[in-house]
């Protein structure tokens, strides 16, 4: 239910999004400060944890300018976790987390020499930009799994996660999930997950996942055609 309170707040919050704007480019750049998290259009939460500032001071000379380090928690519909950005003179980092690419934009205020800047204080922009996806094999490829031991039934016993399911030579489509979860596949390149069936629904509603009878007549296909 975690997931989908996630999507819902995403879906909400998304749909009107002052401190957003979109380029050319397909990025989007948002502002956060560390009261609330945002929920941006691509279905991400993201919430401002730290910052660590070693800048040099604006109004001081120095012989190193510094950075600034930035961490975020961030959840998508299917995963969650922590990643620190860096921003230094002529450098913004960037960092993927579950196709998607985020970039250190800026960080507000530049410190001052005697001045002691609260994590209340900052205001953070970043970009946020699908990454390009490279779509998923379907199907097992036997010379991947028949390496040695048959890795790919070791793979499918052990409940491994998804993407090292897809590593040892395994199809989306022969993922196996632990009981409680359920097969899910993004309808833009076949990436497989494991997640609770009413997570499964909402992601199908979103457009983000195929719907199960989609994924049993693909099955349906590959089988008729081997």
């Not at 500032?53 to 001081?60: A, I, T, W, Y």
């Not at 379907?138 to 998804?162: E, I, N």
Request: hydrophobic share 40%; proline share 4%.
């Amino acid at each position: 239910m975690k997931y989908v309170a996630i999507a819902a707040l995403a879906l909400i919050l998304g749909a009107w999004l002052p401190n957003a704007f979109s380029d050319d480019t397909g990025k989007i750049q948002y502002t956060l400060g560390s009261s609330t998290a945002i929920a941006t259009s691509q279905g991400l939460v993201i919430q401002l944890e730290n910052v660590t500032d070693s800048r040099c001071p604006s109004d001081v000379a120095c012989i190193w300018a510094g950075q600034v380090n930035v961490t975020l928690t961030i959840q998508s519909p299917t995963s969650k976790g922590a990643i620190s950005l860096v921003k230094s003179a002529g450098q913004n980092s960037t960092t993927p987390f579950d196709n998607y690419v985020l970039q250190l934009v800026d960080v507000k205020p530049y410190p001052k020499s005697g001045q002691s800047i609260s994590l209340s204080d900052y205001i953070v922009t970043l970009n946020v930009s699908q990454a390009s996806e490279q779509k998923i094999r379907l199907v097992s490829d036997s010379k991947l799994c028949l390496a040695g031991v048959d890795t790919c039934v070791m793979a499918k016993k052990l409940h491994l996660a998804p993407l090292k399911q897809i590593r040892v030579g395994l199809g989306a489509l022969d993922v196996s999930c632990k009981d409680g979860y359920q097969l899910v596949l993004k309808s833009t390149n076949n990436m497989p997950s494991c997640v609770k069936p009413s997570t499964a629904d909402e992601l199908v509603k979103r457009g983000w996942a195929l719907a199960s009878d989609e994924i049993t007549k693909l099955r349906s296909l590959y089988e008729s055609a081997s």
